[in-house]
């Protein structure tokens, strides 16, 4: 049924809202297969795709930081225009390439940072790879490792364990790509009990569905010994089995 202009209206008023859990990169490579490439290319940063499920994360966030207190350049300019699907205007590029900049390093936070799992899987999987195939970026572990980071920047009491994400405030630049990510994690659904214990994106629904199992579960073994007590008790009813 086609829509009103009303709702139209109301439709694109909208904001695109990102669910954390959706894309907690546990989540992403337990329940979706995604594996990360780490990549030396800025502009890549954030760009997954579905048909190889590879999401591209940069690997030396030092560089970000170091260059958020200073991003008066050209080449900044060019790298923050080729990510962003709007043009800056030039009065702008000062506050464009910092908040491009800012987006950059808190992504690592909200994919890794805020979920426990995550910071596991990134100390015990993607960091031995790092190692193995040269220098780790310190920012990294400061960034993917750890519950609490400590910033260089004015970012350290931003977007620590936030459930939602407001695509056009917190992420303008890069708010597509978390979108593409988000639309790919919802379409996935586990096929294996593990995989059902693991997949915590919808923290109700996971409760609600262990409660059933669990309470189903103890319903089942209660009625099944309530039916051999009866059978027993039928037993020796009978005459001749005493």
Known sequence: MPMTLRENLRSAERPEIVTASSIYIYHLMMIGGVTIEWVLDLPSHMKFD????????????????????????HILEKVVKSVTSRRLPSSTSYSGSREFLGEVILSYRVLFGQD???????????????????????????????????????????????????????????????????????AQTPNRLAELWTDRRNSLQWFTFWAVIVFGGISI????????ISSAQLYYTIPGNN
């Open 50 to 73: 579905p048909s190889s499920r590879k999401l591209q994360l940069f690997r030396y966030p030092s560089f970000c930081t170091a260059a958020y207190g200073n991003p008066e350049n």
């Open 116 to 186: 426990k799992q995550s910071r596991s899987l990134y100390r015990m999987k993607e960091r031995p790879f790092l190692q193995s195939s040269g220098a780790i970026d310190p920012m990294l572990d400061n960034l993917c490792g750890k519950l609490k980071w400590i910033s260089p920047t004015s970012l350290a009491d931003y977007g620590l364990n936030r459930r939602s994400y407001r695509i056009d405030v917190e992420f303008p630049h890069l708010g597509k790509r978390f979108i593409d990510l988000q639309r790919y994690s919802e």
């Open 221 to 228: 073994f209660l009625s099944l010994v309530q039916i051999a």
